[in-house]
């Protein structure tokens, strides 16, 4: 009996036409006697679907060709199954595949996404919502927001929006947290929920992440100028303890004194004022190099 793989596709990520990708996938496929079941998202209802289509043909593999958010997608339809996710990271923020040193050519992705062992990633829950590699409140969640609206992509796309946003940046909050029996208060700019070690740029914003440890590190940035945030953009950041602080733990509580952008997995997701935090019992199966 032939393998069975389903394919899930973002046909708009990246800004980039799919179709290529899928003769690809197809070809690949064909040629390694699996079959496949092709599945692309409209933004209506595609984790409730992705999840029936796995339940109706339980495939070995789930192939994603798209970025974080496709992955993150994917992976709540079927964070309670047993199944293998392999990643075409095609997206444009594809932070996770950097962090697991998957930008790599398309024969090679495809090869490791339908061949090769994994790694079970720890999930980050976020006020019920699902993170697997970074989430963030402050500054950064505003660039992601302000970059959502503009058209023009890729890092020059950041870089922009970086400027526009530090220009209108009002006063930093002041975070309450409570984390490993005690609570501390900071005045912040930026408060990182990292379960992973990179942003998309490949800047190290946790060198102390490990992705299956169990744990999440809180990355604060104290204080965030142009230069700094020029660095964490273009992906050359030094740390510098006197202003960032990081802590690792599997539990925590976040409440600021005013209403503050969050992001999830490079999606702005709202304005909060409170974020529980914890590990998913779950673990998600991704194949990696």
């Excluded at 501390?184 to 299956?212: C, D, F, H, L």
């Excluded at 925590?252 to 409170?274: H, R, W």
Aim: proline share 3%; with cysteine; net charge negative.
């Amino acid at each position: 009996m032939k393998k069975k793989f389903l394919i899930v596709v973002n046909p708009v990520s990246g800004g980039i036409d799919k179709t290529s990708f899928i003769d690809v996938v197809s070809d690949f496929a064909s040629n390694e006697n699996i079959n496949i079941i092709v599945y692309e998202t409209t933004m209506i209802k595609d984790i409730s679907k992705i999840r029936m289509l796995y339940l109706k043909h339980l495939p070995e593999r789930i192939i994603v060709l798209g970025g974080d958010g496709t992955i993150k997608m994917v992976a709540e339809a079927i964070e309670k199954y047993d199944v293998i996710l392999g990643i075409v990271p095609v997206g444009s923020s594809n932070g996770l595949a950097v962090d697991l040193d998957l930008m790599k050519s398309l024969e090679e992705n495809l090869y490791i996404a339908f061949y090769n062992d994994f790694i079970a990633l720890d999930t980050i829950v976020l006020n019920d919502q699902k993170c697997f590699h970074l989430s963030d409140l402050g500054i950064n969640a505003e660039l992601v927001k302000n970059y959502e609206k503009s058209n023009l992509r890729g890092k020059w796309g950041y870089f922009i929006q970086a400027i526009n946003t530090l220009l209108d940046l009002g006063d930093p909050f002041t975070a309450k947290i409570t984390v490993n029996g005690k609570t501390i208060e900071s005045e912040a700019r930026m408060i990182v929920i990292a379960n992973s070690q990179k942003y998309g740029t490949g800047v190290v914003i946790n060198p102390n992440g490990i992705m299956n440890d169990g744990l999440f590190e809180l990355v604060i940035l104290k204080r965030l100028d142009l230069m700094i945030f020029g660095e964490i953009i273009m992906g050359n950041m030094t740390l510098m303890p006197d202003k960032i602080e990081i802590i690792s733990t599997n539990k925590a509580v976040i409440t600021t004194n005013y209403p503050v952008s969050f992001q999830i997995d490079g999606e702005y997701c709202d304005l909060v004022t409170k974020l529980e935090i914890s590990i998913s019992p779950y673990k998600i199966k991704v194949a990696i190099p």
